[in-house]
């Protein structure tokens, strides 16, 4: 069955999905984007259609607002750069991000072992959460739980940073 | 607790659930969505928060420290790898370029990423080159602002000197610095470079070409006539945020794009060279992360014969 058909069929579901993911009065034009980009007749299946369109959905949500972040970044950056001229070299930014790499590993260290070791594996190795529980022998609201608190962790910093 | 704090907490559960790729509960997702006036802020906070940590992990153990003396291999480098969590780690893992140099002895050194890898060399005199994966360049210490760039992808930021210009030599073709940022690929003869800051003069000499931000310029052959085009200057570079940004670009040239940057080729088939595409694909961990990202993305899909993939309009598929 085409993706472009259960689009269709799915239209209620995702245009209320998209709205209340931040499309506002946009949903209908981004479903006809997702719409065109799910061409017709796929005959290779996807394991869970509807779910591979909310997730392309989730994706096109994110995507759109990660461009708009980092062009204003980028815009910002210009500014900052030639205002500041040679007084703010970029080196000295890549100084002050090791600088913190080293204290988020702190953070993630002085949370235990199991919450390093987790984070670690899922985020910076790429295992899967089932599999991390597996090999842990805990359930995966366990990983759960110990990724949030590492999530909590860094996001605190990032405050503290912020407020710096 | 405030309630702040709860909404985020909630958040986070949501945006770890949702890595898992078989998460379904999409309408429970846009339930809570709907249930507070605040929490998409707050989800759109949390999504921005690992964004950040995401940067902050990928921040290159020796970036902009003085080029190491040569010797043979290099240093052990850590690989941060960032699994999945769809658009939002997908820009993920930045596997930090290993580095070898050749050519000891004060004569030019090689500096060489393999497939997928990135790789930050800072230059004596404060300027930066930022290789992509499967690039070799060679710098000379006795000649600091003349950088050959033998085979890939490079990033240039210039600190500009009006009495010692900066050189890139590229597949036989000269680029004189006259600004900051811009960024040249050179691949199987062809070579572009793109402006992002500043300005670069092409063969500088009689028929020079002068370009400023937002043009960018491709020769296809050795010796053959360039061609000048308008690009999106944010967009230029953009592989090294791990993502890459098009503006009505050719499906052929975003194949090649793919394939320098998840380090395996990748082949056209069908019409899909012709198609056209606007807007950003994000990097992921692996080249299957990256190309199911993109797949849907670009109406095509990409399917494995070993190292290779293939490339193939998703509406041919039916036969």
């Known amino acids: 069955m085409g993706l472009q058909r259960i689009i269709l069929e799915q239209r209620p579901r995702l245009l209320r999905f998209l709205a209340a993911r931040g499309a506002g009065d946009e949903a209908e034009d981004l479903l006809q984007d997702l719409w065109q980009r799910m061409s017709a007749a796929t005959t290779q299946p996807v394991a869970d259609p509807v779910s591979y369109l909310f997730r392309a959905a989730e994706n096109l949500m994110r995507d759109r607002r990660r461009s708009m972040m980092s062009r204003e970044r980028r815009e910002h950056d210009w500014h900052d750069s030639s205002d500041r001229g040679e007084d703010h070299p970029q080196g000295e930014r890549v100084l002050i991000a090791r600088e913190r790499l080293r204290e988020a590993e702190g953070v993630l260290l002085g949370l235990g072992p199991r919450v390093d070791h987790v984070f670690r594996r899922c985020r910076l190795e790429g295992a899967s959460q089932p599999a991390i529980a597996r090999e842990l022998g805990i359930s995966l609201s366990s990983v759960e739980k110990d990724l949030q608190k590492a999530y909590r962790a860094l996001a605190d910093l990032k405050a503290k940073f912020d407020a710096e | ?319």
């Open chain 2, 1 to 319: 607790m405030s309630s702040n704090e709860e909404m985020d907490e909630a958040a986070r559960l949501w945006a770890i659930r949702m890595q898992d790729p078989s998460f379904d509960d999409w309408d429970g997702f846009t339930a809570w969505l709907e249930s507070h006036p605040a929490h998409l802020a707050r989800y759109e906070h949390v999504l921005a928060a690992d964004d950040w940590a995401q940067d902050l992990f990928r921040t290159p153990p020796s970036a902009f420290e003085p080029a190491p003396a040569p010797h043979a291999g290099g240093p052990p480098r850590r690989r941060w790898a960032w699994p999945a969590m769809g658009g939002l780690l997908a820009a993920s893992l930045a596997l930090l370029a290993t580095w070898t140099m050749l050519g000891h002895d004060g004569g030019a050194q090689e500096f060489v990423t393999g497939p997928g890898e990135h790789r930050t060399i800072a230059l004596a005199d404060g300027s930066q080159v930022v290789l992509n994966g499967g690039t070799r360049i060679s710098l000379d210490p006795r000649a600091p602002r003349a950088v050959a760039l033998a085979q890939g992808e490079a990033l240039f930021t210039v600190r500009h000197d009006e009495a010692r210009p900066f050189v890139v030599t590229a597949n036989g073709a000269t680029l004189l610095d006259a600004g900051t940022m811009f960024n040249v690929v050179s691949q199987n003869g062809a070579m572009r470079v793109a402006v992002a800051e500043g300005a670069v003069i092409y063969e500088p000499g009689p028929g020079q070409v002068r370009l400023d931000p937002g043009d960018a310029l491709s020769v296809s052959a050795r010796g053959a006539r360039p061609v000048v085009s308008r690009v999106n200057r944010a967009a230029v570079g953009s592989w090294q945020q791990r993502q890459l940004l098009y503006d009505d670009a050719t499906l052929d040239d975003v194949a090649l794009d793919l394939a320098r940057n998840i380090g395996q080729p990748v082949r056209v088939a069908g019409d899909a060279g012709r198609m056209r595409f606007t807007g950003a694909l994000m990097l992921g961990d692996t080249p299957r992360q990256t190309l199911d990202r993109a797949g849907p993305l670009l109406g095509v899909r990409f399917e494995a014969r070993g190292d290779v993939w293939t490339m193939t309009p998703t509406h041919a598929m039916s036969q």
